[in-house]
T-cell receptor
Framework: DAMVIQNPRYQVTQFGKPVTLSCSQT?????MYWYQQKSSQAPKLLFH???????NEADTPDNFQSRRPNTSFCFLDIRSPGLGDAAMYLC??????????????FGPGTRLLVL | AQSVAQPEDQVNVAEGNPLTVKCTYS??????LFWYVQYPNRGLQFLLK????DNLVKGSYGFEAEFNKSQTSFHLKKPSALVSDSALYFC??????????????WGLGTSLAVNP
């Protein structure tokens, strides 16, 4: 089945220690998104890639970076995690038809704990 | 400013009864409307969307939603609730003709509890 995969499902890191979360997809979608979600709140878009074009949200802290080496994979790098970065991180994909009703398909998420 | 409202933080229904989760929006034009469901410690699952046409949209797991343009609403419904429907439900909107702006505007979510 085509899907969005996130690894690991749970990640524990130390305050200030860089951490990388990964996402892969078998949907062959052009667009990949990273969201942050805290305690059952609405997901907050951090950034997205359309193919190799990176689109950052204006309020995303510089501490958050992303890489997309190919169509299938996308990484979220948190350079110096703070306690406030503990959250569920969701990866999503969409087909990439500009202006259309693109449905976003989500992975299961990675829950990040910062000690 | 564009916004989505889910006026109820929590909805409680008895198993077998009909359920409604409300969503209203404030977006210019004719937006695309989505419902997602989230089970504990899981990602969001797509339920259904409205693009155009028939105001009643049918989706996954027996859910449907009714688009009402005059009331700018897109309420999620199910004729007979199951205990397994207990989850967090999010309404989201994407403005039409948004070009490369793919950002969804999200409601704050409604927690649905179905009691046996």
């Amino acid at each position: 089945d085509a899907m969005v995969i996130q690894n690991p499902r749970y990640q524990v890191t130390q305050f200030g220690k860089p951490v990388t979360l990964s996402c892969s997809q078998t949907l062959n979608h052009n667009v990949m998104y990273w969201y942050q979600q805290k305690s059952s709140q609405a997901p907050k878009l951090l950034f997205h890639y359309y193919d190799k074009d990176f689109n950052n949200e204006a309020d995303t802290p510089d501490n958050f970076q992303s890489r997309r080496p190919n169509t299938s994979f996308c990484f979220l790098d948190i350079r110096s995690p703070g306690l406030g970065d503990a959250a569920m991180y969701l990866c999503a994909t969409s087909s990439g038809i500009a202006g259309g009703p693109e449905t976003q398909y989500f992975g299961p998420g990675t829950r990040l704990l910062v000690l | 400013a564009q916004s989505v409202a889910q006026p109820e933080d929590q909805v409680n229904v008895a198993e077998g009864n009909p359920l409604t989760v409300k969503c209203t929006y404030s977006v210019s034009g004719n937006p695309y409307l989505f419902w997602y469901v989230q089970y504990p410690n899981r990602g969001l699952q797509f339920l259904l969307k409205y693009i155009t046409g028939d105001n009643l949209v049918k989706g996954s797991y027996g859910f449907e939603a009714e688009f009402n343009k005059s009331q700018t609403s897109f309420h999620l419904k199910k004729p007979s609730a199951l205990v397994s429907d207990s989850a967090l439900y999010f309404c989201a909107v994407r403005a039409p003709n948004a070009g490369n702006n793919r950002k969804l505007i999200w409601g704050l979510g409604t927690s649905l509890a179905v009691n046996p």
